[in-house]
């Protein structure tokens, strides 16, 4: 079965100074997306950034780049340059690829990130 | 704004009564995912339609059902509501069933009483 795991609960940063959220990854299928999403106090889910499985570069959009280690199984996701609106709650998924249970979804439980003036 | 839209925000609702959120996907998206999020599950995938087809089922309960139009809407359809649905009901969409972005709408808001 799918999973995702997100190991830190909290985490807190310095504004200005870079921050990785951890996440691994179990799954048997070959092809599956991997994303991350952000979602502030109002409660809506903003698309962060995705990577294919068979992706060869490490994705990136703006200040977020996606550290992807296929051997290890993990995705995470590294902010630059904190602002104080990046704090939130930060979720990592997983979306299968295969034929069956196609697009079939997996969210971590979700880092909260604090970024401090 | 995402491009993804859902109706109604909020709903407020009976125990055993039947409801239906609705949903708009991008333009040009033809796959539409159901999520539900509460405090004590998380966020939970419920089901995957692409271009009108079931593709992927995941928690989703009996009493609760959905279906993708011709037009690419999607309807959810809740019924026999316990408390325990009391939740925030995402949507999103995606060009393709399983790779590439996937966007959220704002969600609804379900408080079942």
């Known amino acids: 079965a799918q999973k995702i795991t997100q190991t830190q609960p909290g985490m807190f940063v310095q504004e200005k100074e870079a921050v990785t959220l951890d996440c691994t990854y179990d799954?048997?299928?070959?092809?599956?997306?991997l994303f991350w999403y952000k979602q502030p106090s109002s409660g809506e889910m903003i698309f962060l950034i995705y990577?294919?499985?068979?992706?060869?570069q490490n994705a990136t959009e703006g200040r977020y780049s996606l550290n992807f280690q296929k051997a290890r199984k993990s995705a995470n996701l590294v902010i630059s340059a904190s602002q104080l609106g990046d704090s939130a709650m930060y979720f990592c998924?997983?979306?299968?690829?295969?034929?069956?249970?196609?697009?079939?979804?997996?969210f971590g439980d979700g880092t909260t990130l604090t970024v401090k003036p | 704004d995402s491009g993804v839209t859902q109706t109604p925000k909020h709903l407020i609702t009976a125990t055993g009564q039947r409801v239906t959120l609705r949903c708009s996907p991008r333009?040009?998206?033809?796959?539409v995912y159901w999520y539900q999020q509460s405090l004590d599950q998380g966020l939970q995938f419920l089901i995957h339609y692409y271009n009108g087809e079931e593709r992927a089922k995941g928690n989703i309960l009996e009493r609760f059902s959905a279906q993708q139009f011709p037009d690419l809407h999607s309807e959810l359809n809740l019924s026999s509501l316990e408390l325990g649905d009391s939740a925030l009901y995402f949507c999103?969409?995606?060009?393709?069933?399983?790779?590439?972005?996937?966007?959220f709408g704002p969600g609804t808001r379900l408080t079942v009483t």
């Open positions: 799954t048997s299928d070959p092809s599956y997306g």
């Open positions: 998924a997983m979306r299968e690829g295969g034929n069956t249970n196609a697009g079939k979804s997996t």
């Open positions: 999103a969409s995606s060009v393709a069933g399983t790779s590439g972005e996937q966007y």
């Open positions: 333009s040009g998206d033809l796959s």
């Open positions: 990577q294919g499985s068979y992706d060869q």
